[in-house]
């Protein structure tokens, strides 16, 4: 059923739109960008690469917007150079680059109609008037705003004015497109919605992509790869899955997810492989197991370290229950799963956690 | 070629076109006439004792600072009370009175003061009807003498000391008065404690703006007042006029301008201590003086939103008084209030066709014979196109320029924007007699007095200024990342200028020309000055004859004058109004 809103009204400039692109690479060569004294991005080096969706993901302060505006071209680097397929792009200005941009506050033009808006980077590409209709007619009908066209960008809801957005950045077809916060001023429902939404025209358009973002989950929703950024330097490049999974530092662990740090004197941890030195142990708080103290040891007993603390606290969060568990002067978060039978720890309950010493990741401190 | 260019990037060479005129028509004779007062090279204060030494002077020196404060006060009283009771009127009551306060702001003030020389005169509107009435034999003194001066010119302040007062009031959040009345505090220690405390921002901005304007008031006191009621500004003129020693001007000019100071810094220091506010009061007062432009955009942008605050000010002082007293009160003293601002200036368009050979009240017969009068004599129509083309010049000039301007400031840090704005406005906020002789001098040195290139410079001095606070306010509203976004799509600096920016500036644009038009249509103490006796504009020409009193064509003048407002609000209204009503129409409009 899907097939009659895909199939491409046959038309000349079509090949334009579904042309085999050569995506272009880019690249970040030892960029930095001071604002007075103030370093807003050191040393930056990354590559993205063809196709992929990145997401910069930081603190505020971190130098997301920073590096996203030089890549767009508004702000020059200090130092370093900026590559684009192979070309410096440093001395380019913006507006002879060739990319979509989604700001965070969508920068929709006030005084243009929404096929006004969307025509705009068409007429400044040149194309003629008759195509752009067309054009802005299919995009319309993509982002499901068909009978929008007329309407002024005030006049539509907050989703409606970001898949406006979107659609001018994508409308002309440019080979990538950078988002920042596209999301933020979004309510809750209406981001998952939009997630998945921007997933699927990733997809459709295989459009290189770069987004900015200080929300975590949609980091790990939306992205390929991830850039985690620390005052104004990458803290670690990887995967969704990865990141959360084998975080390199403590910074990324705490940042991505909840994370409890194993120290001593309260915890001597009891390891498979050497600690490697300058770190500290991390577990996630659903690896951690909560018990009764006197119930029986498991199978797996010789693979798990246990210790035992009192419950300072207990939170339900739907079908999660989570505790903090005063362990001497730690207190440790865990998380579990509400399964039938499973009793429930009441604050001052003496309780036992255990983990499997395998799930205990070292983390730099 | 392209360091030219270059210079048009950074931001400060976008002011230069500004500065340039504004340093060569007013900031370097200013300076000039500062060294002339101190017998530069010799360096002397014997100008300033000589001045000090003659009593005469020194009792000018006192009248301008009396007559500027009785008539501040009078404003406040009179303002203070009207202001609480338009912002606590229904909502189209409100917009009525505040329409009804906008009016005579926009009025040309010769016409406005021609009005009260009507209606007070020997043979004026009152004395006719007492006359006519029996109650007198002889006319009573009721012209040139003080009080008819602090008739005219509370007449022509008090909607500069509403408007700032109604700003000031319609912003006190009306949960901080609902709190303090939940606490028990009765109306009235409501209103002492926590109404008019948060209100004292706008009495301050309020009463400086009157106070400084009246210090440089030239023409009002001069036509209504006597022999004897002359302010410091009338004694320059009048040395301009006869002897024209430079140092004796200067002199008197600098005292002029040195006392506007004094009080504003005492003024604004003393009440900003009890606020514990930070921030530079003077600064803060010179530049609430150009509020009232701004916030002329915000009265008129209210019309059509719909009324938000509740009437918390009218519980306020209605809550506990079981009278009703307070409030017919109330009404009777707003009437008379818009009765005292509109009157005047109805009663001029009534006489104005008046059927017989003099003015009469009421007109025994109607006819247009004064308008035919006007549109017939030459040196009147002439006057008044002299009038057009150069407010037309002045406004196109200026709103390049201080368009230019404003760009570059709004991109500066705010130290150096507010710093440099401050500079760029001096010529409104200086006494105008002040202005006048800087740019006398100035125009000498250009070779242009007594030409339409100088009396167009001397006005886009003041213009620039309007324009540059206009648009600056609405480039502070306007989204830079539109601009970021209309580059992103491959929209040239050019493109993106005239696709975007403009298009969505446009309204400030036309508001500053058209308050650059008015300041150059209706100014006449800087043009008699400068305008020599080749170039008669409008204001030249009925000031020469509120003077003599021989032609009552200059009736039909402000008539047509005290209609021009209404023509302006008209367009302030389209083109605001128009821009909100589209933004804010929530009807969907269907696909083309
Ligand atoms: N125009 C500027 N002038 C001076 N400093 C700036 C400027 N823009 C950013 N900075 C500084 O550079 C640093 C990085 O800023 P940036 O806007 O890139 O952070 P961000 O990661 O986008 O944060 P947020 O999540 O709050 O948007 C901050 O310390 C900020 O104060
Ligand atoms: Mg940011």
Same mark, same amino acid.
């Given at each position: 059923?899907?097939?009659?809103?895909?199939?491409?009204?046959?038309?000349?400039?079509? #090949?334009?739109?579904?042309?085999?692109?050569?995506?272009?690479?880019?690249?970040?060569?030892?960029?930095?960008?001071?604002?007075?004294?103030?370093?807003?991005?050191?040393?930056?080096?990354? =590559?993205?690469?063809?196709?992929?969706?990145?997401?910069?993901?930081?603190?505020?302060?971190?130098?997301?917007?920073? =590096?996203?505006?030089?890549?767009?071209?508004?702000?020059?680097?200090?130092?370093?150079?900026?590559?684009?397929?192979?070309?410096?792009?440093?001395?380019?200005?913006?507006?002879?680059?060739?990319?979509?941009?989604?700001?965070?506050?969508?920068?929709?033009?006030?005084?243009?109609?929404?096929?006004?808006?969307?025509?705009?980077?068409?007429?400044?590409?040149?194309?003629?008037?008759?195509?752009?209709?067309?054009?802005?007619?299919?995009?319309?009908?993509?982002?499901?705003?068909?009978?929008?066209?007329?309407?002024?960008?005030?006049?539509?809801?907050?989703?409606?004015?970001?898949?406006?957005?979107?659609?001018?950045?994508?409308?002309?077809?440019?080979?990538?497109?950078?988002?920042?916060?596209?999301?933020?001023?979004?309510?809750?429902?209406?981001?998952?919605?939009?997630?998945?939404?921007?997933?699927?025209?990733?997809?459709?358009?295989?459009? =290189?992509?770069?987004?900015?973002?200080?929300?975590?989950?949609?980091?790990?929703?939306?992205?390929?790869?991830?850039?985690?950024?620390?005052?104004?330097?990458?803290?670690?490049?990887?995967?969704?899955?990865?990141?959360?999974?084998?975080?390199?530092?403590?910074?990324?662990?705490?940042?991505?997810?909840?994370?409890?740090?194993?120290?001593?004197?309260?915890?001597?941890?009891?390891?498979?492989?050497?600690?490697?030195?300058?770190?500290?142990?991390?577990?996630?708080? #659903?690896?951690?197991?909560?018990?009764?103290?006197?119930?029986?040891?498991?199978?797996?007993?010789?693979?798990?370290?246990?210790?035992?603390?009192?419950?300072?606290?207990?939170?339900?969060?739907?079908?999660?229950?989570?505790?903090?568990?005063?362990?001497?002067? =730690?207190?440790?978060?865990?998380?579990?799963?509400?399964?039938?039978?499973?009793?429930?720890?009441?604050?001052?309950?003496?309780?036992?956690?255990?983990?499997?010493?395998?799930?205990?990741?070292?983390?730099?401190? | 070629?392209?360091?030219?260019?270059?210079?048009?990037?950074?931001?400060?060479?976008?002011?230069?076109?500004?500065?340039?005129?504004?340093?060569?028509?007013?900031?370097?004779?200013?300076?000039?006439?500062?060294?002339?007062?101190?017998?530069?090279?010799?360096?002397?204060?014997?100008?300033?004792?000589?001045?000090?030494?003659?009593?005469?002077?020194?009792?000018?020196?006192?009248?301008?600072?009396?007559?500027?404060?009785?008539?501040?006060?009078?404003?406040?009283?009179?303002?203070?009370?009207?202001?609480?009771?338009?912002?606590?009127?229904?909502?189209?009551?409100?917009?009525?009175?505040?329409?009804?306060?906008?009016?005579?702001?926009?009025?040309?003030?010769?016409?406005?003061?021609?009005?009260?020389?009507?209606?007070?005169?020997?043979?004026?509107?009152?004395?006719?009807?007492?006359?006519?009435?029996?109650?007198?034999?002889?006319?009573?003194?009721?012209?040139?003498?003080?009080?008819?001066?602090?008739?005219?010119?509370?007449?022509?302040?008090?909607?500069?000391?509403?408007?700032?007062?109604?700003?000031?009031?319609?912003?006190?959040?009306?949960?901080?008065?609902?709190?303090?009345?939940?606490?028990?505090?009765?109306?009235?220690?409501?209103?002492?404690?926590?109404?008019?405390?948060?209100?004292?921002?706008?009495?301050?901005?309020?009463?400086?703006?009157?106070?400084?304007?009246?210090?440089?008031?030239?023409?009002?006191?001069?036509?209504?007042?006597?022999?004897?009621?002359?302010?410091?500004?009338?004694?320059?003129?009048?040395?301009?006029?006869?002897?024209?020693?430079?140092?004796?001007?200067?002199?008197?000019?600098?005292?002029?301008?040195?006392?506007?100071?004094?009080?504003?810094?005492?003024?604004?220091?003393?009440?900003?201590?009890?606020?514990?506010?930070?921030?530079?009061?003077?600064?803060?007062?010179?530049?609430?003086?150009?509020?009232?432009?701004?916030?002329?955009?915000?009265?008129?942008?209210?019309?059509?939103?719909?009324?938000?605050?509740?009437?918390?000010?009218?519980?306020?002082?209605?809550?506990?008084?079981?009278?009703?007293?307070?409030?017919?009160?109330?009404?009777?003293?707003?009437?008379?209030?818009?009765?005292?601002?509109?009157?005047?200036?109805?009663?001029?368009?009534?006489?104005?066709?008046?059927?017989?050979?003099?003015?009469?009240?009421?007109?025994?017969?109607?006819?247009?014979?004064?308008?035919?009068?006007?549109?017939?004599?030459?040196?009147?129509?002439?006057?008044?196109?002299?009038?057009?083309?150069?407010?037309?010049?002045?406004?196109?000039?200026?709103?390049?320029?201080?368009?230019?301007?404003?760009?570059?400031?709004?991109?500066?840090?705010?130290?150096?924007?507010?710093?440099?704005?401050?500079?760029?406005?001096?010529?409104?906020?200086?006494?105008?007699?002040?202005?006048?002789?800087?740019?006398?001098?100035?125009?000498?040195?250009?070779?242009?007095?007594?030409?339409? +290139?100088?009396?167009?410079?001397?006005?886009?001095?003041?213009?620039?200024?309007?324009?540059?606070?206009?648009?600056?306010?609405?480039?502070?509203?306007?989204?830079?990342?539109?601009?970021?976004?209309?580059?992103?799509?491959?929209?040239?600096?050019?493109?993106?200028?005239?696709?975007?920016?403009?298009?969505?500036?446009?309204?400030?644009?036309?508001?500053?020309?058209?308050?650059?038009?008015?300041?150059?249509?209706?100014?006449?103490?800087?043009?008699?000055?400068?305008?020599?006796?080749?170039?008669?504009?409008?204001?030249?020409?009925?000031?020469?004859?509120?003077?003599?009193?021989?032609?009552? +064509?200059?009736?039909?003048?402000?008539?047509?004058?005290?209609?021009?407002?209404?023509?302006?609000?008209?367009?302030?209204?389209?083109?605001?109004?128009?821009?909100?009503?589209?933004?804010?129409?929530?009807?969907?409009?269907?696909?083309?």
């Amino acid at each position: 059923m899907n097939m009659h809103a895909r199939t491409p009204l046959p038309l000349p400039e079509d #090949e334009l739109l579904h042309e085999k692109r050569v995506l272009p690479q880019i690249e970040f060569r030892g960029v930095s960008k001071m604002y007075g004294k103030v370093p807003a991005v050191r040393d930056l080096s990354l =590559t993205v690469r063809r196709g992929e969706f990145l997401t910069i993901l930081g603190p505020s302060g971190s130098g997301k917007t920073t =590096t996203l505006m030089l890549l767009a071209g508004f702000e020059a680097p200090s130092a370093g150079d900026i590559l684009i397929a192979g070309q410096s792009v440093a001395a380019v200005p913006s507006y002879r680059r060739d990319q979509g941009i989604v700001f965070q506050s969508y920068a929709l033009f006030p005084h243009l109609t929404v096929a006004g808006n969307l025509e705009f980077p068409l007429e400044m590409r040149g194309v003629n008037a008759a195509d752009r209709k067309i054009r802005v007619g299919r995009m319309l009908e993509r982002v499901h705003l068909r009978d929008f066209g007329g309407r002024m960008p005030s006049q539509l809801s907050g989703g409606q004015q970001q898949r406006v957005a979107l659609a001018r950045a994508l409308i002309a077809d440019p080979p990538f497109l950078l988002l920042d916060e596209p999301l933020g001023a979004l309510d809750r429902n209406l981001r998952e919605q939009m997630q998945i939404e921007m997933k699927s025209l990733h997809k459709e358009f295989g459009i =290189t992509t770069v987004c900015v973002t200080h929300d975590q989950e949609e980091a790990l929703t939306l992205s390929d790869r991830i850039v985690v950024m620390r005052s104004g330097r990458i803290e670690q490049i990887d995967t969704p899955e990865a990141l959360y999974d084998r975080p390199a530092t403590c910074f990324v662990a705490k940042f991505l997810g909840e994370a409890n740090i194993l120290e001593e004197p309260d915890f001597r941890i009891e390891f498979d492989s050497a600690q490697p030195s300058g770190t500290v142990g991390m577990i996630r708080p #659903e690896r951690i197991r909560i018990v009764a103290p006197k119930e029986s040891k498991r199978s797996d007993a010789d693979r798990r370290q246990s210790v035992t603390g009192t419950v300072d606290d207990m939170i339900y969060a739907g079908p999660l229950r989570k505790y903090h568990v005063r362990v001497g002067g =730690t207190v440790l978060i865990v998380r579990e799963h509400v399964a039938a039978g499973q009793p429930t720890f009441r604050p001052g309950d003496e309780v036992r956690l255990d983990w499997l010493r395998s799930d205990v990741r070292f983390v730099a401190a | 070629m392209s360091s030219f260019y270059k210079l048009g990037q950074m931001p400060i060479g976008l002011t230069v076109p500004a500065f340039a005129i504004l340093l060569v028509v007013f900031g370097i004779p200013t300076v000039l006439l500062f060294l002339i007062s101190l017998n530069a090279p010799d360096f002397s204060v014997t100008n300033y004792y000589a001045f000090f030494t003659q009593p005469a002077n020194v009792r000018v020196l006192f009248q301008t600072i009396e007559v500027s404060l009785v008539a501040t006060g009078i404003c406040l009283i009179v303002g203070y009370p009207t202001a609480y009771l338009i912002v606590t009127a229904s909502k189209s009551l409100r917009i009525t009175l505040i329409a009804l306060v906008i009016i005579p702001y926009l009025t040309s003030g010769l016409a406005r003061t021609y009005a009260w020389i009507v209606i007070l005169g020997d043979r004026g509107v009152i004395n006719n009807l007492l006359l006519g009435l029996g109650l007198i034999q002889s006319p009573l003194p009721l012209i040139y003498n003080r009080m008819a001066v602090y008739i005219g010119m509370v007449h022509i302040m008090l909607p500069l000391m509403i408007l700032p007062l109604v700003s000031a009031m319609m912003g006190i959040d009306r949960s901080f008065v609902a709190a303090a009345r939940s606490m028990g505090a009765g109306p009235f220690t409501a209103f002492r404690r926590v109404f008019f405390p948060l209100s004292l921002p706008g009495v301050r901005s309020g009463s400086l703006l009157v106070f400084v304007f009246c210090l440089g008031f030239y023409i009002t006191p001069a036509a209504l007042g006597g022999l004897r009621d002359a302010m410091l500004s009338t004694f320059i003129a009048a040395q301009v006029k006869s002897s024209f020693d430079m140092s004796r001007i200067a002199t008197a000019a600098f005292i002029l301008l040195a006392v506007a100071i004094i009080v504003l810094s005492m003024v604004g220091l003393d009440l900003s201590g009890t606020q514990g506010r930070a921030a530079n009061p003077v600064r803060k007062s010179w530049l609430a003086r150009l509020s009232i432009i701004r916030n002329l955009k915000l009265y008129l942008s209210e019309l059509p939103r719909p009324y938000r605050a509740k009437r918390w000010a009218a519980q306020l002082y209605q809550a506990g008084t079981a009278s009703r007293w307070p409030q017919i009160i109330g009404r009777v003293f707003v009437v008379l209030v818009m009765v005292y601002l509109l009157f005047p200036g109805l009663i001029v368009v009534v006489m104005s066709f008046s059927a017989g050979a003099f003015l009469e009240f009421p007109p025994s017969g109607l006819s247009l014979q004064w308008y035919r009068s006007f549109f017939g004599d030459a040196s009147w129509n002439g006057a008044a196109w002299t009038s057009v083309q150069i407010g037309v010049e002045v406004a196109i000039l200026s709103t390049i320029v201080g368009t230019l301007a404003a760009f570059g400031l709004s991109r500066m840090g705010p130290g150096s924007r507010s710093f440099l704005t401050m500079i760029i406005i001096t010529p409104i906020t200086f006494p105008v007699i002040v202005v006048g002789i800087a740019t006398y001098l100035g125009l000498i040195e250009l070779g242009l007095i007594g030409s339409q +290139t100088g009396i167009i410079l001397a006005h886009s001095i003041g213009a620039i200024g309007i324009v540059v606070v206009i648009v600056s306010a609405t480039l502070a509203n306007f989204d830079r990342t539109l601009v970021q976004a209309a580059k992103s799509m491959r929209a040239g600096p050019l493109q993106t200028f005239m696709r975007v920016t403009l298009p969505l500036i446009r309204p400030g644009l036309i508001g500053g020309a058209v308050f650059a038009f008015l300041q150059s249509f209706d100014e006449a103490v800087i043009t008699s000055l400068v305008g020599g006796l080749s170039v008669r504009t409008l204001p030249l020409k009925m000031l020469e004859n509120m003077r003599n009193q021989i032609d009552p +064509t200059i009736a039909a003048v402000a008539s047509l004058l005290m209609l021009l407002p209404l023509l302006w609000i008209i367009v302030f209204y389209v083109l605001w109004w128009k821009s909100k009503a589209k933004a804010q129409n929530t009807l969907p409009a269907p696909a083309a």
